[in-house]
């Protein structure tokens, strides 16, 4: 089975998705600033919730980005929840910060809502127009599982009898289940 590429935007996403994981596994360390905070439903974190809830975040965007660059099917989950996250995020923080924002943050502001609906939202409607590509598992993870013959199973069933081993003695299983 040959996988499909996952494509320029998507691969993109992918990598615009773990810069902002590893910046939020660093929110703690206020890198940039005082006013460095993870923002939550509109609010700027810190101190303690901060430290807690940034890194955690940050974790969750990593497995997201990890699952988009390897076309994994929980990432699409992950986009619907991450895109939501998003618009509510955005909508509370602007409705908080409104009054005291000058011209200069409101087109900051603007450009940053569109870029961060573009790739969350843009990102999940790529990730579900593929969603027949994206794979549960690589087959390298697959495991094979090899039952024995019946003959097999009667000799297991004599062992069971006489040494207490456990194993399922043959008559026990259904006559439609074929074992080669």
Not at 1 to 9: A, Q, S
Not at 112 to 121: E, H, T
């Amino acid at each position: 089975m040959t996988e499909r590429p996952r494509g320029l935007l998507l691969s993109l996403a992918a990598v615009l998705l773990a810069i902002l994981a590893v910046s939020n596994l660093l929110k703690p360390c206020k890198l940039w600033g005082e006013h460095t905070g993870f923002v939550l439903v509109g609010h700027r974190l810190d101190g303690t919730a901060n430290a807690i809830v940034g890194p955690l975040f940050g974790l969750y965007l990593l497995v997201y980005a990890l699952g988009i660059g390897r076309q994994k099917r929980c990432a699409l989950p992950m986009a619907y929840a991450y895109a939501a996250y998003v618009m509510v995020n955005l909508v509370r923080f602007i409705a908080s910060h409104a009054a005291s924002s000058g011209e200069r943050n409101v087109l900051f502001g603007l450009v940053y809502a569109l870029v961060a609906i573009g790739v969350s939202s843009g990102t999940a409607l790529l990730l579900t127009k593929r969603r027949a590509t994206l794979s549960e598992s690589s087959p390298s993870n697959q495991k094979t599982i090899t039952l024995p013959h019946p003959e097999r199973l009667a000799v297991l069933s004599s062992i069971q009898r006489d040494h207490s081993v456990g194993f399922l003695p043959a008559k026990s299983l259904p006559q439609s289940f074929a074992l080669r």
